[in-house]
Nanobody, 119 residues
Framework: QVQLVESGGGLVQAGGSLGLSCAAS????????MGWYRQAPGKQRELVAS???????NYADSVKGRFTISRDNDKNTAYLQMGSLKPEDAAFYYC?????????????WGRGTQVTVSS
């Protein structure tokens, strides 16, 4: 069973920076794409950024130039470095990963981590 654990959320002032980590555990053969999503109260969950095993990245327009996603394939870990944070970036941030174990494919979500941005 693959599990994702996010860490690094917290409170930051507008204009500040914060880094998130997402570590995958389990008997994993490979992880294809890892992604960060966020959901603010009353809003739908939205993609923030994603990264493939080959480190091809994709960003939401709202975070381009401010956020950077990266991953360490040896550690099965993805990172999200967030800069120039705005109050509208405040949300619960979730990690998602898809890949394969010896039992087959998986697509799992972490429990999320709260990011609060004070103005």
């Amino acid at each position: 069973q693959v599990q994702l654990v996010e860490s690094g959320g917290g409170l930051v002032q507008a204009g500040g920076s914060l880094g998130l980590s997402c570590a995958a555990s389990g008997v994993i053969i490979n992880i294809n794409t890892m992604g960060w999503y966020r959901q603010a109260p009353g809003k739908q969950r939205e993609l923030v950024a994603s990264i493939t095993h080959q480190s091809n990245t994709n960003y939401a327009d709202s975070v381009k130039g401010r956020f950077t996603i990266s991953r360490d394939n040896d550690k099965n870990t993805a990172y999200l470095q967030m800069g120039s944070l705005k109050p509208e970036d405040a949300a619960f941030y979730y990690c998602n990963a898809d890949g394969h174990t010896f039992r087959g494919g998986f697509n799992v979500w972490g429990r999320g981590t709260q990011v609060t941005v004070s103005s």
